[in-house]
């Protein structure tokens, strides 16, 4: 299928620009502990002791940035509304936005906080161990962005840090009207702080992205709204009563995915699309609940393959309306991404994008469900 256009869609990307060191560790000069219960891993650093890294590099991110040029490798027109220092930082993110001809003019430098910057500790199965500095990211406020600058094909907000959260009703009420694809992508953070904004917004948001711990915790915080579903499943996430052996592979992932997704239909989302890992990615859509199992990669690096997917989804479906393309094509770019260390050098280009479809489209299949409710 060919997702070029005779003249380029257009596309803005809103929310956070940052600087990553990354430090890549050999498994055997880090230690890992697993809690089974609590279902979580933690990297032990030894204090006071100094860990031999095998590389350590320095690269632009932050999820506005890295949808802008997810975007822009796909034929979009693509904008950035986000706020930088005034620093060497800030230059480091001019230089990666003009290397894809990303417009600026929405790149606000500000003199109250230094460029974002995080540290990413990348060892054992590459799901890196970040340590962030959102800086000037938490400042970006209403006045810095205007109506006209909203007029786009395709809004994307990324997770907005702080108080720059406060923006994202504005941005959906401005852009009503102006936008038919507005996508929300927000983090953790901003889920249990702005959660009655973010669930206010949800009927105008064409696509509302989450990973599924980020969409466990938003269905935890609407116990009251989800008091009439009969989903036996959705009401243990929402009282937090599920082990991590109840999400194991297979069937219980898929239950829960598909719980998750009834959940936040009945709050008033369009699309949901609900990422899972290496196990995965959902799409609850119009009654239809779709899934595209992930391909396998080497994996350097996890960061930006979150950005990357979403994004690609989100671009791809604007572009033709085909939701199972998007999909395919979101979980091949996701899968390109985490072959390198940072979140952008695996972006591909569109002609790279469609050649990588067609090698792997007799074995990654999206599969499609009827949700019971609309049985």
């Not at 105008?204 to 579903?229: D, K, P, T, W, Y």
């Not at 194991?248 to 898929?254: L, S």
Request: neutral net charge; glycine residues 6%.
């Amino acid at each position: 299928m060919n997702c070029k256009q005779a003249m380029p869609l257009t596309a803005v990307t809103i929310g956070g620009a940052m600087v990553d060191t990354i430090a890549t560790i050999d498994d055997a000069l880090i230690e890992r502990m697993s809690m089974n219960n609590a279902g979580k891993t933690f990297l032990l650093l030894e204090q006071g002791s100094k860990t031999e890294a095998s590389n350590i590099s320095t690269h632009c991110g932050g999820g506005a940035v890295n949808s802008a040029i997810a975007l822009a490798r796909l034929n979009f027109k693509v904008s950035i509304i986000a706020k930088v220092g005034d620093d060497e930082r800030a230059q480091v993110v001019r230089q990666a936005l003009d290397a894809d001809s990303i417009s600026m003019k929405g790149l606000i430098k500000t003199s109250s906080a230094p460029t974002g910057a995080s540290a990413i500790v990348s060892a054992h199965d590459r799901n890196a161990a970040i340590f962030t500095f959102r800086g000037a990211n938490t400042t970006l406020c209403q006045a810095d962005i205007s109506q006209d600058e909203l007029a786009a094909d395709l809004i994307y907000v990324s997770a907005l840090s702080g108080a720059s959260a406060a923006v994202l009703q504005m941005i959906v009420r401005q852009a009503r009207g102006k936008c038919q694809n507005i996508v929300v992508n927000p983090g953790l953070r901003q889920i249990s702080t702005r959660f009655d904004q973010l669930r206010d917004s949800l009927p105008s948001i064409s696509i509302f992205a989450l990973n599924r711990h980020e969409a466990e915790a938003f269905v935890r915080q609407a116990v009251a709204e989800l008091s009439g579903i009969e989903n036996a499943t959705l009401r243990r996430i929402a009282a937090n009563t599920l082990t991590p052996n109840d999400i194991a592979e297979g069937n219980h992932r898929a239950e829960t995915a598909s719980a998750l997704i009834e959940g936040l239909r009945h709050m008033g989302a369009r699309t949901v699309l609900l990422t899972d890992g290496k196990y995965g990615a959902y799409c609850g859509h119009q009654g239809e609940t779709l899934f595209c199992p992930a391909v396998e990669s080497e994996v350097v690096s996890t960061a930006g393959a979150g950005d990357a997917f979403v994004s690609t989804f989100a671009g791809i479906f604007t572009a033709t309306h085909n939701i199972e393309y998007a999909l395919l094509a979101a979980t091949t770019n996701a899968s390109a991404v985490v072959k390198a260390v940072d979140s952008q050098s695996g972006l591909l280009q569109i002609d790279k994008l469609q050649q990588q479809l067609q090698e792997v489209s007799c074995n990654l299949k999206v599969t499609k469900t009827i949700s019971k409710q609309y049985q």
